[in-house]
């Protein structure tokens, strides 16, 4: 079956840094990937996402590659805030009838300032 | 547009009693997932609902269970609570967009069982 890999954590960084979340997948057929965030008391926020292998998704100075030969899809931004400080979840979906999303463990980013 | 919505935010219940929620998926949108979050299994997926029919299912017992409206509103039951069952439940309305499945997540509403 489906299943996502995420580093495991938790992360902390002083703000500006560079930030890169690895995220590997398994699955069958040509899945869309997805990074979604959690802030402290919320429900889950999409950053971004991808449809097709080579496709880069990007929202909010986050970015993540569609790597079909690497089957990856890892979180980067160039220069972190203290705002970015949450928990990311990489995930997976089908498509049609088995669009469910299976997700990463997730993990938890800390920027100090 | 508004959000998804979730119904109620909190829920304290006791072991052995049942648990109805209740999630209204953005305007427009015909399909409902459902997801549990607990810390020690992570984010695992319930079940979909799309115009009214169970499209997908999870592996729950049975004592959990969904259904949806005309209207595309859904709820969730859990019958018999558990203590395991304490957890985050969120809903996610589903914008079909050709082939993808974007799904958008509400509040969640955070049961405890005693």
């Known amino acids: 079956g489906n299943s996502v890999t995420q580093m495991e954590g938790p992360v902390t960084l002083s703000e500006e840094a560079f930030l890169t979340i690895n995220c590997t997948y398994t699955a069958t057929g040509y899945p869309s990937l997805f990074w979604y965030v959690q802030y402290p008391g919320e429900g889950l926020q999409l950053l971004l996402k991808?449809?097709?292998?080579?496709d880069k998704g990007s929202n909010k100075g986050f970015e993540a590659t569609y790597r079909k030969e690497t089957t990856s899809f890892h979180l980067e931004k160039g220069s972190v805030q203290v705002s970015d400080s949450a928990v990311y979840f990489c995930a997976l979906s089908g498509t049609g009838a088995n669009s469910k999303l299976t997700f990463g463990k997730g993990i938890t980013l800390s920027v100090r300032p | 547009k508004a959000g998804v919505t979730q119904t109620p935010r909190y829920l304290i219940k006791t072991r052995g009693q049942q648990v109805t929620l209740s999630c209204s998926p953005i305007?427009?949108?015909?399909?409902v997932s459902w997801y549990q979050q607990t810390p020690g299994q992570g984010l695992q997926f319930l079940f979909e609902y799309f115009s009214e029919t169970q499209r997908n299912k999870g592996n729950f017992p049975g004592r959990f269970s969904g259904r949806q409206f005309s209207n595309s509103r859904s709820e969730m039951n859990v019958s018999t609570l558990e203590l395991g069952d304490s957890a985050l439940y969120l809903c996610?309305?589903?914008?079909?967009?050709?082939?993808?499945?974007?799904?958008?997540f509400g509040p969640g509403t955070r049961l405890t069982v005693l």
């Open positions: 996610a309305s589903n914008l079909l967009a050709g082939e993808v499945d974007t799904q958008y």
């Open positions: 991808a449809t097709k292998a080579d």
């Open positions: 305007s427009g949108h015909r399909s």
